[in-house]
């Protein structure tokens, strides 16, 4: 059995995989009716996500789709403090905040979010990780070659699995040093970080080399390119793709999903669980 410590909130694995439903508080992903009707938007989108069966609310508001631009961080913090300020009032899930910034994910605490998605665990600087021995929240630890700008620029590896394998064991020393308890962490291969389709493949194809770790595994494959460049199907096209990928980690022993559609997700994972 392996414990996942967030603040005041602890799971037990193995256990089917948690749902992470993903709420993008960026200025176009709801509204284009100025802040507080987006803010508004992204707390009713997330409780709708909690009804459809999501454990966790990934709150965030930078893009990190490749290529993209970075946001100030005060433009970030404008975005998602007022959405997790309010959410956490309402919702009995666990908020986490997705954000590559120290600062942001501290203010992102305060305001009522129990867990740090940090996309950057490549990270030089040790801030992130002294918040979260200080804080004792949730850590969920993202591989990625490079950073989103350029990450995507021909990434090479001797071989995928094995450098992902690595970089995290090489990371949870570095984080027990800088005072973190392991039992805080979630590891997470990062697909499409700085991974061409034939290393998200074989991540995938690999994956219990990853689940067997001392770690829980979680996963993130809802609409990603993969899907796209496997079928051809368009980015609003590609649920089944996602559904396929989702049982494909779950059945590797992943312990979080983490994804756009929490309903259908829902439905195929109880599917999965009860026929496996
Ligand atoms: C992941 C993620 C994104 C992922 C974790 C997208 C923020 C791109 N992908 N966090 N974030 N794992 N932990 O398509 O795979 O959702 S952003």
New binding site residues.
């Given amino acids: 059995m392996t414990i996942w410590r967030a603040i005041d909130r602890v799971w037990e694995f193995p256990q089917p995989p948690l749902i992470m439903g993903?709420v993008n508080v960026t200025p176009d992903s709801f509204s284009d009716g100025g802040k507080y009707a987006t803010a508004a938007s992204a707390v009713n989108h997330a409780l709708d996500l909690e009804n459809s069966g999501a454990t966790i609310l990934?709150i965030?508001g930078e893009s990190?789709?490749p290529g993209a631009e970075p946001v100030t961080q005060e433009e970030e913090l404008n975005r998602v403090i007022p959405v997790i300020e309010k959410l956490a009032g309402k919702t009995e899930a666990a908020i986490s905040i997705?954000t590559q910034k120290p600062d942001v994910a501290r203010e992102a605490l305060k305001a009522g979010a129990i867990i740090i998605?940090d996309?950057a665990a490549n990270r030089k600087d040790e801030a992130m990780w002294q918040l979260v021995a200080e804080t004792k929240s949730g850590y969920?630890a993202?591989h990625m070659l490079g950073a989103p700008k350029t990450m995507q620029r021909n990434p090479k590896y001797s071989d995928v699995l094995n450098d992902v394998e690595a970089f995290f064991n090489c990371q949870m020393e570095r984080w027990t040093d800088w005072g973190m308890s392991l039992e805080q962490v979630v590891l997470?291969p990062?697909?499409?970080?700085g991974k061409n389709l034939e290393h998200n493949l074989a991540l995938m194809k690999g994956l219990e080399r990853l689940t067997r770790m001392e770690r829980p595994l979680?996963?993130?494959t809802?609409?990603?390119s993969f899907i796209g460049e496997l079928t051809g199907a368009e980015v609003n096209d590609r649920l089944p793709g996602s559904l396929a990928s989702a049982c494909r980690a779950a059945q590797a022993g992943a312990a979080i999903i983490?994804t756009h559609d929490v309903k259908e997700t829902t439905q195929a994972l109880k599917v999965w669980a009860a026929t496996n």
């Fill in positions: 993903i990934d965030g990190t789709r997705d998605n996309i969920v993202m997470d990062g697909i499409g970080f979680a996963m993130g809802s609409r990603k983490r």
